[in-house]
């Protein structure tokens, strides 16, 4: 089944074509992966699905995709270095999304965010202050967070970044084990070697771009 | 100590003070961490400065100061937004420009109309008997209202403010709370004002979010310790400022400068 239709995407900054005309389609269930250059446009392009920017042309088509069903993930924001939160408090909050009218966490939502420290083994942090965390452990904070949305497509933006070879691996297959379950990934990643065999999907940024599978992708690299 | 409490609340204007600062300040150190957290801490200042503008203009035409004030402070606030959000001017000129310029506004019909007198120092500073009864219900709504509306928008500002993107992207309206906490901080700073004075207003907002942040490092710990901090601290320098014959406005904003330090300390000594 289509989950999202991306047609002839283009972003200005200024100006300046931060990407032209980018087109993909992707199934329920699909994990796709975006690579390229510093430049080419990857968080960018992520940004303008999540609706976090306007892309001057082209168009989204979601199926099956409501707004408040979307999960993003990106690196760490200038704000977070010194606010005062704890990782509960930060986890939890993704649960927010589901709600319309009253923003008071209820016991599902709790029950939720227990879940979610529990799966990516930080509930023993659970008091323990955002700003005090490595960043890997932070990385799994706002992982756990943006699971507690319960989204059916998840846009993570180097979700592996500043973690060790074994940290990443192990974020990976959490992925993995969550796409599995039926939720469309979009991870942006420049560590293509670490990340392709995780993806199905393959759009590769660049002056042209590459979209396939990962067999096409690898055929084709090979 | 005693003798000197009794006596400071046998004067009906201290109690009417009392009543209307213990109100402003605790709505003030609610919004000011928001505020803080997002950088936009100078939007106090220079809405501060607007409200004197206004108030200048409102008092030789006979109006209440308060009601034609809380309006066009508002109307300030959703412009400097808009500004930041346009982003052709950047937003920290923006509030320099706005808040001067008003200023100035102010001063001028100030010292055309009412003259240059103990009234200018009053708006500039604040005046503990500027209070009028009528006002204390206006200033104790108004609060109240801020309070039900932060307790009931909590979470949402907790993770609007944590990571605008992440909210944006799971369908937030982002544009809905910063307006909501602008004109709020809009508000408060007219109300408080009468007080604080235009000069020192700023400071109910900015210090008791800040000092508590020292300390404390979970979200709810700090809302409910910077109002608790914030309340303290404006019965202190009302305290004072009478037992010592000062401005209230600054011995508030000295008191909590003094717990600022206290906290700094604190904080230091702990990490080491």
């Known amino acids: ?222 | 100590m005693l003798e000197l409490l009794e006596e400071l609340f046998s004067y009906s204007f201290v109690v009417r003070a009392i009543i209307v600062g213990i109100s402003v300040s605790l709505c003030a150190s609610l919004l000011g961490l928001p505020l803080i957290l997002q950088r936009y801490s100078m939007i106090g200042d220079g809405l501060s400065h607007v409200a004197f503008g206004t108030l200048a203009i409102a008092l030789p035409l006979g109006f209440s100061p308060l009601k034609v004030s809380i309006p066009l402070v508002m109307l300030a606030a959703f412009l400097l937004l808009r500004i930041r959000e346009s982003s052709k001017i950047r937003g920290d000129a923006a509030i320099a420009i706005i808040s001067c310029s008003s200023l100035a506004v102010g001063v001028i019909v100030m010292s055309q109309t009412v003259g240059m007198n103990t009234d200018i120092c009053n708006y500039m500073f604040g005046s503990i008997l500027a209070i009028k009864q009528e006002e204390v219900y206006l200033c104790v709504a108004i609060s109240a209202i801020i309070l039900a509306l932060f307790v009931f928008f909590y979470n949402k500002i907790f993770s609007v403010i944590f990571d605008i993107n992440y909210a944006k992207a799971s369908g937030t309206n982002i544009e809905f709370y910063n307006m909501l906490l602008a004109l709020l901080t809009a508000a408060i700073i007219v109300i408080g004002m009468r007080i604080m004075g235009a000069m020192l207003i700023s400071s109910l907002i900015i210090f008791p979010a800040l000092t508590s942040m020292r300390i404390l490092k979970k979200f709810k710990s700090v809302v409910i310790c910077s109002a608790i901090l914030s309340c303290i601290c404006f019965l202190l320098g009302v305290v004072v400022s009478f037992a010592y014959n000062i401005p209230a406005g600054a011995s508030i904003v000295a008191a909590n400068l003094g717990a600022f330090l206290i906290f700094w300390l604190i904080s230091s000594i702990i990490r080491r």
């Open chain 1, 1 to 222: 089944m289509k989950a999202l239709l991306c047609k002839q995407i283009s972003v200005k900054y200024e100006s300046k074509l931060a990407l032209e005309e980018c087109s993909f389609e992707i199934d329920t269930g699909n994990f796709l992966g975006v690579f390229g250059k510093n430049g080419s446009g990857k968080s960018t392009l992520l940004k303008s699905i999540a609706g976090i920017i306007k892309p001057n042309s082209g168009t989204f088509d979601f199926y099956g995709i409501k707004k408040n069903e979307i999960g993003y993930m990106a690196q760490q924001t200038p704000v977070q270095k010194d606010f005062p939160a704890s990782i509960y408090e930060v986890v939890i909050s993704g649960t927010l999304c589901k709600h319309k009218r009253f923003f008071f966490y209820n016991k599902n939502d709790k029950k939720l965010a227990d879940k979610n420290l529990e799966l990516l083994g930080i509930e023993q942090l659970k008091h323990k202050s955002f700003q005090e965390l490595s960043g890997g452990q932070k990385q799994r904070v706002l992982l756990a967070r943006m699971l507690c949305t319960e989204a059916k497509l998840l846009l993570l933006d180097e979700p592996a970044s500043g973690l060790d070879t074994a940290a990443a691996e192990q974020l990976l297959s959490t992925l993995k084990d969550i796409n599995s379950q039926g939720v469309t990934i979009i991870m942006v990643s420049h560590d293509i070697q670490n990340a392709v065999n995780f993806c199905d999907k393959i759009l590769h940024l660049g002056k042209a771009h590459f979209f396939g599978s990962r067999e096409e992708y690898n055929a084709r690299t090979a």
